[in-house]
């Protein structure tokens, strides 16, 4: 598993090519100067969301490195469907262009200013939490409001589509292998993860493997599979989705010489699942 750690490392350290040529709008790549001369608010809000995956890497590296006998493994999963996510979202904003960036970059206000002012529970129980002094909604802001409420008063997302229906959005603009590749990342983690994430029986199951049909880890040997294969899971379908944002990313810059970097990746991706993969 070294060497998947290591190809996945190398992933999230590339990472730093396109976040910063659309930080500072022009970058030098070997030898060659590359201009980003696309929208500004795609660059900003793609932008952030490729620095956050960096970070989630190095956090899933280091769940990586620890000991697989301390079932940490399972958490994992869930960073996974982090960096997933977040691949799809950044390449479905490529993809839509101007309007869609606009409106997640919008979102980020709304909810700052709906965090200001949040209750839960009901009855005796309900508790809530208010910013004194409280803030008065400017116009623009009182229209982001009226954006992003429903009927109900309730918070919409940035996007009224599904994950799955950002993906077909993608598909026209940035071919089939990539829209292919980030439901083959999606598929791989992404319910597992919601159990973990909200820590049902069914998650906790999982994350022991004694939700196998067959049967249950009896021994050691067993138990170490499981929390390896946790492991590789993640790592796996984070590479699947790390390098289909970042071909989309060439395609949307035309930042055609970056993708020679990232077929050397991918072919060292191949060699490790036809030959080191167990």
Same mark, same amino acid.
């Given at each position: ?62 769940? !990586?490195?620890?000991? &697989? +006998?301390?079932?940490?493994? $399972? ?5 996974? /469907? =982090?960096?997933?996510? *977040? ?13 869609? !960036?606009?409106?997640? &970059? +919008?979102?980020?206000?709304? $909810? ?5 002012? /949040? =209750?839960a529970g009901k *009855? ?41 229906q950002r993906i ?79 071909r989309a990313f ?29």
């Amino acid at each position: 598993m070294e060497k998947l750690i290591e190809i996945v490392e190398k992933e999230a350290k590339i990472l730093a090519n396109p976040i910063m040529l659309m930080l500072q709008k022009e970058i030098k790549f070997e030898e060659k100067v590359i201009k980003y001369l696309q929208d500004e608010d795609v660059a900003t809000a793609v932008s952030q969301i490729l620095a956050s995956l960096r970070a989630s890497i190095r956090s899933m590296l280091l769940l !990586a490195s620890q000991d &697989l +006998d301390s079932m940490m493994a $399972k958490d994992s999963l869930p960073i996974a /469907r =982090s960096v997933i996510e *977040g691949c799809i979202n950044a390449t479905f904003i490529m993809a839509q262009g101007k309007n869609v !960036a606009n409106d997640a &970059l +919008d979102h980020t206000v709304f $909810k700052g200013f709906r965090n200001t002012d /949040r =209750s839960a529970g009901k *009855g005796a129980h309900k508790v809530s939490l208010h910013r004194i002094p409280k803030i008065e909604p400017h116009d623009d802001l009182s229209e982001l409001i009226e954006k992003f409420t429903n009927k109900k008063g309730r918070a919409k997302n940035w996007t009224d589509l599904s994950v799955p229906q950002r993906i077909e959005c993608i598909e026209p603009v940035f071919g089939r292998t990539c829209a292919t590749s980030l439901s083959m990342a999606y598929l791989m983690v992404y319910s597992d993860a919601s159990e973990i994430i909200h820590s049902s029986v069914t998650g906790a199951k999982i994350a022991n493997g004694t939700i196998a049909f067959s049967r249950y880890p009896r021994t050691q040997n067993d138990h170490m599979t499981i929390q390896k294969s946790h492991i590789e899971g993640a790592l796996l379908s984070s590479f699947i989705a790390l390098d289909s944002v970042l071909r989309a990313f060439c395609k949307y810059t035309k930042f055609t010489s970056f993708e020679v970097t990232l077929d050397k990746q991918l072919n060292q991706f191949k060699d490790f699942c036809e030959n080191d993969f167990q």
